[in-house]
């Protein structure tokens, strides 16, 4: 999936006739009675025991628009909804278009009851004459994107954006926007091809003026499922997303992903750079941290841009937390001013109450340039979900910088492959030399003469060939280096951590390397 920026362009205000409808919604004031999440349920359960019908598409020349046609629609932030009111919180909606192909239905909650937000194309504006006249009168919202002054108390921030299928992203204070989260992924990576349910009708709980925080239902409907989701929503220095959801399978679900997170990663340290690429990075996330409660491991996984689809699976007992997390922050990783790739979000998933057993599954997909969301991550339960058994799930999902996540381990900072039959790497032919620094947690208390080891396992048959760890004062970490080989023809499946004596001190560092890599040169 594209993964296009939002930038839309501050406007001034002008009086329209025609808009008197959307300015009663406007003015209407502060919610008196309750909606609640069991009104989303019951229509899901209804719907449920329906036929699926697929949702109308807009007009053809409209889903045919260009990426920066589409861009020129642009919605007046002067008429954001709320903002008579001088609410915090304000709603920006966004119109179908390009990939964007079906209308939703949004409807707002307030002391007047519930009512559907009307499309008005007199709130957008296109520099395009043609093109305004041609939007269709009722062509319909794709989603909408939600405003909340997180630098200041003038300045309304886009921080929360729900657009496509059950696509939804989110920043914090300090973050562009990034990787996306979705409500539920069906089938991910699997040959039979994926499915993708989508968000089909939103409710927006209207906060009183001075409210921090948002309520927001949707009403979930796809060929295998239906679903019903409350989402509490606080932006901040991290945002923060409340998910309570009740889901209903018209089908047997043979891999549902639970609380799926979806990002890029085209190359980075641990990969060669592309012909031509002058940036030294180029991701929205950098790896996939997972954390067992059962066992207490942290398990840090580098992200790949595979060759080939690449799918692995970690077995976990007690799900406490998972995420993909961009932990690379420094603008010199990247060197690159306009994609700002050191701001972008790091997604934590941190489930309320037990999920019982389950893998996280990491999906990575080649992709020959950046413009594609090419890794998800979910959790996905042990037993097979069967038709017509509903189940519930909540979690917490938060956007922030990597430190969102409350690790109290050394954390694997940065990772580099190279060739271990080369200068610098080793004098082993098929040989590969990791280097992982580590640092945080319990090292930063050591001293640099602190005797740190390495506990390095190569499975599937690989073989560690020697592997040392030694302090770095320039960058106060310890460097784990590994000089490894695969069986022949095979991938290379490693696990490292650092220790003193028997006390564990770092995360589980975790990679797999394919037989058919871009690590030695041509001809090796």
């Given at each position: 999936?594209?993964?296009?920026?939002?930038?839309p362009r501050?406007?001034?205000?002008?009086?329209?006739?025609?808009?008197?409808?959307?300015?009663v919604?406007?003015?209407?004031?502060v919610?008196?009675?309750?909606?609640?999440?069991q009104?989303?349920?019951?229509?899901?359960?209804?719907l449920?025991?329906?036929?699926?019908?697929a949702?109308?598409?807009?007009?053809k020349f409209?889903?045919?628009?260009?990426?920066?046609q589409?861009?020129?629609?642009r919605?007046?932030?002067?008429?954001?909804?709320?903002?008579?009111?001088?609410?915090?919180?304000?709603v920006?909606?966004i119109?179908a278009?390009?990939?964007?192909?079906?209308p939703?239905?949004?409807?707002i909650?307030?002391a007047?009851g519930?009512h559907a937000?009307?499309?008005?194309?007199?709130?957008?504006t296109?520099?395009d004459p043609?093109l305004?006249k041609?939007?269709?009168?009722?062509?319909?919202?794709?989603?909408?994107?939600?405003?909340?002054?997180?630098?200041?108390a003038?300045?309304?921030?886009q921080f929360l954006?729900?657009?496509?299928?059950?696509?939804?992203?989110?920043?914090g204070r300090d973050n562009a926007?990034?990787l996306?989260?979705?409500g539920?992924?069906?089938?991910?990576?699997l040959?039979?091809?994926?499915?993708f349910?989508a968000?089909?009708?939103?409710?927006?709980?209207?906060?009183?003026?001075?409210?921090?925080?948002?309520?927001?239902?949707?009403?979930?409907?796809?060929?295998?499922?239906t679903?019903?989701?409350?989402?509490t929503?606080?932006?901040?220095?991290?945002?923060s997303?409340?998910?309570?959801?009740?889901?209903?399978?018209?089908?047997a679900?043979?891999?549902?992903?639970?609380a799926?997170?979806?990002?890029?990663f085209?190359?980075?340290?641990?990969t060669?750079?592309?012909?031509?690429e002058w940036?030294r990075?180029?991701?929205d996330?950098?790896?996939?941290?997972i954390?067992?409660?059962?066992?207490g491991?942290?398990?840090?996984?580098?992200?790949l841009?595979?060759?080939?689809?690449q799918?692995d699976?970690?077995?976990v007992?007690?799900?406490?937390?998972f995420?993909l997390?961009?932990?690379?922050?420094?603008f010199r990783?990247?060197l690159?001013?306009?994609?700002q790739?050191?701001l972008r979000?790091?997604a934590?998933?941190?489930?309320?109450?037990?999920?019982?057993k389950?893998?996280?599954?990491?999906?990575?997909?080649?992709?020959?340039n950046?413009?594609n969301?090419?890794?998800?991550?979910?959790?996905?339960?042990?037993?097979?979900v069967?038709?017509?058994?509903?189940?519930?799930?909540?979690?917490t999902l938060q956007?922030?910088?990597s430190?969102?996540?409350?690790e109290?381990?050394?954390q694997?900072?940065k990772?580099l492959?190279?060739?271990?039959?080369r200068?610098?790497g080793?004098?082993?032919?098929?040989?590969y030399?990791?280097?992982?620094?580590?640092?945080?947690?319990?090292l930063?208390k050591?001293?640099?003469?602190?005797k740190?080891?390495?506990?390095?396992?190569?499975?599937?048959?690989g073989?560690?060939?020697?592997?040392?760890?030694?302090?770095?004062?320039?960058?106060?970490?310890?460097r784990?280096?590994m000089l490894?080989?695969?069986?022949a023809?095979g991938?290379?499946?490693?696990?490292?951590?650092?220790?003193?004596?028997q006390?564990?001190?770092?995360?589980?560092?975790?990679y797999r390397?394919?037989?058919?890599n871009?690590?030695?040169r041509?001809?090796?």
């Amino acid at each position: 999936m594209n993964n296009p920026s939002f930038k839309p362009r501050r406007q001034g205000a002008v009086a329209i006739p025609g808009l008197l409808l959307w300015l009663v919604v406007l003015a209407t004031p502060v919610p008196v009675s309750a909606f609640d999440l069991q009104t989303v349920v019951d229509k899901a359960r209804a719907l449920a025991a329906e036929s699926y019908e697929a949702p109308e598409v807009i007009p053809k020349f409209m889903r045919e628009l260009s990426y920066d046609q589409y861009q020129d629609i642009r919605f007046d932030p002067e008429r954001s909804l709320w903002r008579e009111s001088t609410s915090r919180f304000e709603v920006m909606p966004i119109p179908a278009g390009l990939f964007y192909t079906h209308p939703v239905t949004i409807n707002i909650v307030d002391a007047q009851g519930i009512h559907a937000l009307p499309f008005r194309r007199e709130l957008f504006t296109c520099d395009d004459p043609d093109l305004a006249k041609r939007i269709p009168p009722d062509l319909g919202y794709a989603g909408f994107k939600l405003t909340y002054p997180l630098q200041t108390a003038e300045e309304h921030n886009q921080f929360l954006v729900f657009a496509g299928a059950s696509y939804f992203r989110a920043v914090g204070r300090d973050n562009a926007f990034g990787l996306s989260a979705r409500g539920l992924a069906l089938d991910t990576g699997l040959p039979s091809g994926e499915d993708f349910p989508a968000f089909v009708e939103y409710w927006l709980v209207r906060p009183s003026p001075a409210a921090k925080e948002i309520m927001v239902y949707a009403l979930l409907d796809g060929r295998s499922v239906t679903g019903a989701y409350a989402f509490t929503i606080t932006p901040g220095p991290a945002t923060s997303v409340a998910i309570k959801a009740t889901i209903f399978p018209r089908t047997a679900l043979n891999l549902p992903g639970i609380a799926p997170l979806t990002s890029m990663f085209y190359y980075g340290d641990n990969t060669a750079r592309p012909p031509g690429e002058w940036r030294r990075q180029v991701h929205d996330s950098d790896g996939l941290l997972i954390h067992d409660g059962m066992s207490g491991e942290w398990l840090w996984r580098p992200l790949l841009n595979p060759r080939t689809l690449q799918m692995d699976a970690f077995a976990v007992t007690n799900m406490r937390g998972f995420g993909l997390l961009q932990r690379d922050l420094d603008f010199r990783d990247y060197l690159d001013t306009e994609a700002q790739y050191h701001l972008r979000p790091s997604a934590w998933v941190k489930p309320q109450g037990d999920w019982g057993k389950g893998q996280v599954v990491l999906v990575q997909l080649p992709s020959p340039n950046e413009t594609n969301d090419n890794i998800v991550a979910f959790w996905t339960p042990a037993e097979q979900v069967a038709a017509g058994e509903p189940f519930t799930l909540e979690y917490t999902l938060q956007f922030g910088n990597s430190a969102i996540v409350g690790e109290p381990m050394g954390q694997a900072i940065k990772t580099l492959v190279g060739d271990g039959n080369r200068t610098g790497g080793g004098a082993s032919a098929g040989a590969y030399r990791f280097i992982v620094d580590f640092a945080g947690g319990p090292l930063d208390k050591l001293s640099p003469r602190a005797k740190i080891v390495g506990a390095v396992t190569a499975l599937e048959n690989g073989e560690v060939l020697d592997h040392y760890v030694e302090y770095v004062p320039t960058q106060r970490c310890w460097r784990l280096s590994m000089l490894a080989k695969p069986a022949a023809d095979g991938p290379l499946d490693l696990r490292a951590y650092l220790k003193q004596d028997q006390e564990t001190l770092t995360e589980t560092w975790t990679y797999r390397l394919a037989a058919d890599n871009d690590m030695r040169r041509q001809g090796d």
